[in-house]
C-alpha cells in the first residue's frame, strides 16, 4: 500500500550535545522498517522527473521499487549501474538541489527522501556482499587517471567496466581525493570511502599514491614513456583563496583547505597525533558554503567557541540545509550580514621572545545590509555605515573557494586553460591537447562531488571512443 503521508521518515540522529564532542557519523540511517516506508511514499511517475535533477541519471525510481518491496541487493544493483560512489552520494549529494528537488511529492509536503535511500541501499550491500565483482577482461588499452577524488574515480570505475588497464595517479598518501582530505568523518567515514576504492582495485584498477604529476612525471612523459593513450586529469580544486585584507598571516589564521585536511587526513583532532592542530578557544570561519559548515562542526569538536562571519543573509547561505541545520543544533553561533575588514594580532615590538607576538587576536568586521541583485541574481551586500566592531578571537578559518593548482597546466603543451586556473574542456571533457580529458572541480572550479562524478562519467564515454575510433 502507497504511504501518502506529506511528510518524509526522519533520519535518526546522535544527539547535538553528545556528536559535538565527537567525530563519529552524525546521521545514523534508516531502518529496513523506515526503508520501505519512505519508499513507499514513491510515486513511480512515469516521466521520471526526479532523474532529470541527478547528474549521473540513477534510475531512481526502478531502485526505489525494489526497496519498497524489500529487494534491497536489486535496488544497489540498479544503482551501480549509473553511479560508481552510492555510499558516498547517499551522504554528501546535495539532494535537495537536483533529484528530491524535482520530486513530486513536493509540491504539496516534502520529497521523498531519495537520498537516504540510496544510502541505506549502499549500507545494506556493503554489509552484506558476499564478494567482490569479478576483474573484467583486459581489451588491451591503458588509461592513466590523475587524481583519485570523485571524479577520477568513476571515471576509472566506468573505463575498468570496458576493460581498460587503468592506472591513478594520488599526490597525497592515501586516495580519495576531497572524500578523504576534505569532508568530516562526522558526514562521511572515511571506511565508506576505503571501501569503494577497495572495490576499484578489485575490477583491476591500479592506485599509485605519492606520484605529483607536474613533478615525479608529466603527462608527456606518461603517453611517451609510459605507453598510455588517454590520460584523464580529475585533480580537483586544491588551491585556497584569501580576502586580501590585512593581518591574514598571522599565527591562527587557517584556509579551511589546511584546517580541514589536518583534521581529516592527518587525524590532527586525537589526543596522540603526530601533527596535532591548535585547540582555539574562539574561532570565526569565514564563509557560508559547505566547507564553512564543515571547518565550524570540526572547530567546535576541538572544543572552541565558534561562529560563522557570511557577509549575506542566512537565507542566501549557498551550504546544504541540512548541513547549516546541523551546525545551529551543535551551537554554531551564525554572524551573518558580517564581512571582515582585518585581522588583529598582538605584537609587542620591545619583546621578540613574546610568544603571543604575531597571534591572532581579534577580527575587526562591519555589519552588511542587503542592496540591490548583482550579476548572480543574488542581492549585493552593502556595508552599514559606522557599524565596525571587534570579535575577540584567537583563530580565524578562511573558507571562501579554491580553484585548480596551477602545477597541471605545465606538464604537456597545448594544455588551454582559463584565466583563473581551470582547464578548458568541452561537453565531452576534451582539452586542446589530444587524448588528455579532463573533468570536476578542475575545469569548473569547486563544486560538488555529484558534479564531479558526472563528469567523470562523461569524459569515460569520451575517452572509450576517442581510444576505440583510432584502431
Not at 546521521?27 to 520501505?36: E, F, N, P, R, S
Not at 590520460?231 to 585556497?240: D, N, Y
Request: with cysteine.
Amino acid at each position: 500500500m502507497a504511504n501518502m503521508s506529506l511528510k518524509r521518515n526522519e533520519m535518526p540522529c546522535q544527539d547535538p550535545v553528545v556528536r559535538s564532542t565527537n567525530f563519529d557519523e552524525v546521521t545514523l540511517g534508516y531502518t529496513a522498517d523506515m526503508a520501505i516506508d519512505e519508499a513507499k511514499r514513491c510515486l513511480n511517475c512515469k516521466n521520471m522527473p526526479c532523474v532529470s535533477g541527478c547528474p549521473v541519471k540513477v534510475h531512481i525510481p526502478e531502485f526505489i521499487a525494489k526497496v519498497a518491496e524489500g529487494k534491497f541487493e536489486e535496488a544497489y544493483q540498479i544503482i551501480s549501474i549509473s553511479s560508481s560512489l552510492p555510499a558516498v552520494c547517499g551522504r554528501v549529494c546535495p539532494q535537495e538541489k537536483q533529484c528530491e528537488s524535482k520530486c513530486v511529492r513536493g509540491l504539496k509536503g516534502e520529497s521523498v527522501g531519495i537520498g537516504r535511500l540510496e544510502r541505506f541501499v549502499a549500507d545494506y550491500h556493503n554489509a552484506n556482499a558476499k564478494k567482490w565483482p569479478d576483474e573484467i577482461p583486459n581489451n588491451g588499452h591503458k588509461v592513466a587517471i590523475i587524481g583519485s577524488g570523485p571524479a577520477g574515480l568513476t571515471c576509472a570505475s566506468d573505463l575498468a567496466k570496458r576493460g581498460y588497464d587503468v592506472t591513478i595517479f594520488e599526490a597525497l598518501h592515501l586516495a580519495g581525493g576531497v572524500l578523504v582530505y576534505g569532508i568530516p568523518e562526522f558526514r562521511l567515514p572515511k571506511s565508506i570511502v576505503q571501501m569503494e576504492i577497495d572495490g576499484l582495485k578489485a575490477l583491476g584498477v591500479k592506485i599509485e599514491t605519492n606520484v605529483v604529476v607536474g613533478r615525479t612525471i608529466s603527462i608527456d612523459e606518461l603517453f611517451d614513456e609510459e605507453g598510455f593513450e588517454a590520460v584523464f586529469i580529475g585533480t580537483g580544486a586544491g588551491l585556497p583563496k584569501f580576502m586580501g585584507i590585512e593581518g591574514e598571516n598571522l599565527k591562527g589564521v587557517y584556509s579551511a583547505n589546511e584546517f580541514l585536511t589536518r583534521i581529516n587526513l592527518m587525524k590532527a583532532y586525537r589526543s596522540d597525533s603526530a601533527t596535532p592542530i591548535q585547540r582555539a578557544k574562539r574561532v570565526a570561519v569565514v564563509g557560508g558554503g559547505n566547507v564553512a559548515m564543515d571547518a565550524a562542526r570540526c572547530a567546535k569538536r576541538l572544543g572552541a567557541e565558534v561562529y560563522i562571519v557570511y557577509r549575506r543573509g542566512l537565507e542566501e547561505l549557498p551550504a546544504r540545509h541540512e548541513e547549516v541545520e546541523h551546525a545551529q543544533e551543535e551551537g554554531i553561533i551564525f554572524k551573518t550580514l558580517t564581512n571582515p575588514v582585518s585581522i588583529i594580532g598582538y605584537h609587542n615590538p620591545d619583546d621578540k621572545r613574546d610568544p603571543m607576538n604575531g597571534t591572532v587576536r581579534a577580527m575587526r568586521c562591519v555589519e552588511m545590509e542587503l542592496g540591490e541583485p548583482d550579476a548572480s541574481g543574488r542581492r549585493r551586500p552593502v556595508e552599514k555605515p559606522n557599524s565596525e566592531f571587534e570579535l575577540e578571537l584567537d583563530c580565524v578559518i578562511m573558507a571562501l573557494g579554491t580553484s585548480p593548482n596551477p602545477l597541471i597546466k605545465d606538464t604537456t603543451d597545448n594544455l588551454e586553460t582559463q584565466k583563473w586556473g581551470g582547464i578548458v574542456a568541452d561537453e565531452n571533457g576534451a582539452t586542446s591537447r589530444e587524448g588528455v580529458f579532463a573533468g570536476g572541480d578542475a575545469v569548473t572550479g569547486a563544486a560538488t562531488v555529484i558534479l564531479a562524478m558526472g563528469a567523470g562519467k562523461t569524459a569515460a564515454n569520451a575517452i572509450d571512443e576517442y581510444i576505440q575510433n583510432k584502431k
